[in-house]
């Protein structure tokens, strides 16, 4: 069975930069469509990014693009979030995501995605 366990996260200045990382453990990594998705406290889990089985396609909410790459290694079993110009409404807890497909497509919504990771903590002071 996959297991997602993120890391990464901690607390940063606006304008500052974090790298997340999403290590998978069990069954082939490479297999699988990835997200990232975050929530801030009040609010509803929101997309970040999403990533194909290959790494040739990747998907961004607006809010982020040209700011965050999403990237994978699945050499390494490892999907990361390169987070750039953080912005003190970035402040969420960030979780990654797999879809258990063999599918060469991207997911954005959060109902499609199968298995999630713990979550790490993101904190952008202003």
């Known amino acids: 069975q996959v297991q997602l366990v993120e890391s990464g996260g901690g607390l940063v200045q606006t304008g500052g930069s974090l790298r997340l990382s999403c290590a998978a453990s069990g069954r082939t990594f490479s297999s699988y469509p990835m997200g990232w998705f975050r929530q801030a406290p009040g609010k509803e889990r929101e997309f970040v990014a999403a990533i194909s089985r290959s790494g040739g396609i990747t998907y961004y909410t607006d809010s982020v693009k040209g700011r965050f790459t999403i990237s994978r290694d699945n050499a390494k079993n490892t999907v990361y979030l390169r987070m750039n110009s953080l912005k003190h409404e970035d402040t969420a807890v960030y979780y990654c995501?797999?879809?258990?497909?063999?599918?060469?497509?991207?997911?954005?919504?959060?109902?499609?995605?199968?298995?999630w990771g713990q979550g790490t903590q993101v904190t952008v002071s202003s």
């Open positions: 995501a797999a879809k258990m497909t063999l599918s060469t497509y991207i997911y954005t919504s959060g109902d499609e995605y199968d298995l």
